[in-house]
């Protein structure tokens, strides 16, 4: 079965510095990942996705993510952050008819 | 370019009461899918629409929930006799086609349900 793992339930980052939520896959098959954030009381934005191809994957918002095949792992990735990119963040992987999502990681900027 | 929407944005029901979620999908997008997000059980997949046709019912909870589509467009999720655990916010995205694994879900706002 398909599944994710989001290890962090909160990431804290100062505004102006990197940001990294991580994520990591189990499947059989190729991997077909996505990123989803959250905003409080909306639904999910898409961010970003792999299918193939480049392992660095750029996405909405200035937002990254690098597919690592060895390392099962799809982090989400952004060079400076900002305070309104505090949400809720979702990782995703596609399974038969359906998206399976990891936990959930709330990203916190301050200012 | 509208996105997907749905109805009602908000929903307090008591015990025992049906209640109708609605989902209206982008435009041209065939595939159909409801997700309910929960404190407990995080985002969990329900059931999914090609057309009009539901081929996989089994994400369903209860024979309690069921939901249809008409005209390959708007869906309803319905829930007859609602359960204090039937609260939760009930997500429907859309799709191109269900068959390409590398079609982006794109949701709605998602109708908070809160069954006192």
């Known amino acids: 079965a398909q599944s994710v793992a989001q290890p962090e339930d909160q990431v804290n980052v100062a505004e102006g510095n990197p940001l990294t939520v991580k994520c990591t896959y189990s499947?059989?098959?190729?991997?077909?990942l996505f990123w989803y954030v959250q905003y409080p009381n909306r639904g999910l934005q898409f961010l970003l996705k792999y299918i193939t191809g480049d392992n660095l994957v750029k996405g909405s918002y200035g937002f990254e993510a690098e597919f690592n095949k060895s390392q099962t792992s799809f982090h989400l990735k952004k060079p400076s952050a900002l305070v309104s990119d505090s949400a809720l963040y979702f990782c995703a992987v596609r399974g038969f008819q359906k998206l399976v999502f990891g936990t959930g990681t709330r990203l916190l900027v301050s200012p | 370019g509208a996105g997907v929407s749905q109805s009602p944005s908000n929903k307090v029901t008591e015990k025992g009461k049906d209640v109708e979620l609605r989902c209206d999908p982008i435009?041209?997008?065939?595939?159909l899918y409801w997700y309910r997000q929960s404190l407990g059980q995080g985002l969990e997949f329900l059931i999914y629409?090609?057309?009009?046709?539901?081929?996989?019912k089994s994400g369903l909870p209860s024979d309690r929930f069921s939901a249809e589509r008409t005209g390959g467009s708007v869906s309803t999720l319905t829930i007859q006799r609602t359960q204090q655990e039937d609260s939760a916010v009930y997500l429907c995205?859309?799709?191109?086609?269900?068959?390409?694994?590398?079609?982006?879900?794109?949701f709605g706002p998602g109708t908070r349900l809160l069954v006192l």
């Open positions: 435009s041209g997008h065939t595939a």
């Open positions: 995205a859309s799709s191109l086609a269900w068959q390409g694994k590398q079609e982006t879900q794109y």
């Open positions: 499947v059989s098959g190729n991997p077909y």
């Open positions: 629409f090609q057309g009009n046709s539901a081929p996989d």
